[in-house]
């Protein structure tokens, strides 16, 4: 189910899956021929590592799981959908690179804790 802090979902799980996570969930609706989604496969895992703990990246496969895909719409890949508390936050259309993907991430992720002031 999980590799390199990416988590594969399914339509049985999906729902209970991103409501009960306390961190946003970026779901990447791909599929196995589609270039771009590959290309993007890297990035995902680097990000992943990078956002331990403030963002779960997950994928959904469009050919395997037509239903979720019809459910968010999903017309091109690869479509990248963030929820937060089960809702969608933010959509990302296409392969970006990484450092555009990371910003449009940002604002919705947690900075962790604030340090001690120093006294």
Known sequence: MSRNN???LQQPGFDEFVKSSTIPVLVD???EW???CKAMEPVLEELAAEYEG???IAKVNVDSEPDLAARFGIMAIPTMVLLSEGEEVERI???L???ALSDR???HLSTGPSPEPRT
């Open 6 to 8: 990416i988590v594969t």
């Open 29 to 31: 609706f791909w599929a």
């Open 34 to 36: 589609c270039g771009p």
């Open 54 to 56: 403030r963002l779960v």
């Open 93 to 95: 259309r296409g392969a």
């Open 97 to 99: 690179p990484r450092h």
């Open 105 to 107: 991430l940002a604002k």
